[in-house]
């Protein structure tokens, strides 16, 4: 009886481990996206290639995100995910 209660225990505390770790992860990314958006804010460069400064402004979601390099090889805005028009 006391060897499976053991086992129970440590079994817990293996899961408990699980959810700190996936804890951790999601922290991360928040982190992560919020490194992100404040790049995105305060940054002159362009967010893709983050070299030059942005000199594009994307149709039609009027982001301005990328320099001109950048906003001619892709498809779609890298903020809203908006297909191009124009640009
Ligand atoms: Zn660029
Ligand atoms: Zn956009």
Redesign the pocket.
């Known amino acids: 009886a006391c060897d499976a209660w053991q086992k129970e225990a440590q079994e817990a505390k293996e899961r408990a481990n699980v959810a700190d770790t996936e804890k951790q992860l999601a922290l991360r990314k928040k982190e992560e996206v919020e490194i992100q958006v404040i790049f995105q804010i305060h940054s002159k460069?362009?967010?893709?290639?983050?070299?030059?400064n942005?000199s594009v402004v994307l149709q039609p979601c009027q982001h301005y995100v990328?320099?001109?390099?950048?906003?001619a090889k892709q498809q779609e805005c890298p903020c809203c995910k908006t297909t191009k028009s124009k640009w």
């Open positions: 460069k362009c967010v893709v290639c983050r070299e030059h942005r990328l320099c001109e390099h950048c906003a």
